[in-house]
Nanobody, 127 residues
């Protein structure tokens, strides 16, 4: 059974940083892309960042480019989201997700492409 467990959320002031972690188990982590999505209060869940199964390529929403960095530790089956220069509008529940497509090398990562999801971790950015 695949499990994704996020951690690292919390309260931070605008301009601050947080690093989210997502520990994966139950599947060959190194064969699947990983993504981060977020859902702000009253809004639909949206794409934040994704990393290809090999770790060679990463993709970002325009709103976080230059501020957020996704990375993965294949040996320990962990994916990270380093969040810098945080803004109040980044406030949301952040979800880790695992791609359903094994060894996918394309550039599209949407909610429907993700097969497994974590329960989420809340990030609150105060102004």
């Amino acid at each position: 059974q695949v499990q994704l467990v996020e951690s690292g959320g919390g309260l931070v002031q605008a301009g601050g940083s947080l690093r989210l972690s997502c520990a994966a188990s139950g599947r060959t982590f190194s064969s699947y892309g990983m993504g981060w999505f977020c859902q702000a209060p009253g809004k639909e869940r949206e794409f934040v960042a994704a990393m290809q199964w090999s770790g060679r390529s990463a993709y970002y929403a325009d709103s976080v480019k230059g501020r957020f960095t996704i990375s993965r530790d294949i040996a320990n089956s962990v994916v990270y989201l380093q969040m810098n220069s945080l803004k109040p509008e980044d406030t949301a529940v952040y979800y880790c997700a695992m791609d359903r497509r094994r060894l996918y090398s394309g550039t599209s990562y949407s909610e429907s492409d993700m097969e497994y999801w974590g329960k989420g971790t809340l990030v609150t950015v105060s102004s």
